[in-house]
């Protein structure tokens, strides 16, 4: 019960921005700290991807969603974001969320390779 207590009190209500701007400062913020907390993934989650891969992996993320342009989506998909990140970092995810996340787009991109040579070696 008490750490549910704590749990609450560490809680905070979901930002609202009051612009745009706001919104995509907020938006570069969460984009920084993906970055900056990689190492921090890699060795608590003992993971074996490259840096690059990863780093690749986030940003494919953010691009995704460049053209949303309403500011209560781009804070949704913030809070969405900020909140993952809160829960990788934290430990709450287990080491098969963290893989899973970068395994999907990682093995996305291997098929097409693969599919690419295979083209170019049967022509």
Not at 1 to 18: E, F, Q, T
Not at 60 to 66: A, G, I, K, T
Not at 83 to 111: I, P, Q
Request: aromatic share 10%.
């Amino acid at each position: 019960m008490a750490s549910n207590i704590a749990a609450i009190k560490l809680m905070r209500p979901a930002l609202v921005s009051a612009t745009t701007d706001a919104a995509h400062r907020r938006t570069l913020k969460l984009y920084r700290n993906c970055i900056r907390s990689i190492p921090y993934l890699i060795q608590h989650f003992n993971l074996s991807y490259n840096m690059s891969d990863m780093r690749k992996r986030i940003r494919d993320d953010f691009v995704q969603y460049r053209e949303v342009k309403e500011k209560n989506q781009i804070d949704r998909l913030a809070f969405i974001g900020e909140t993952e990140l809160f829960d990788a970092m934290s430990l709450l995810k287990t080491r098969s969320h963290v893989v899973n996340y970068f395994e999907t787009k990682l093995a996305e991109e291997t098929e097409n390779e693969t599919e690419q040579l295979l083209k170019k070696f049967f022509e």
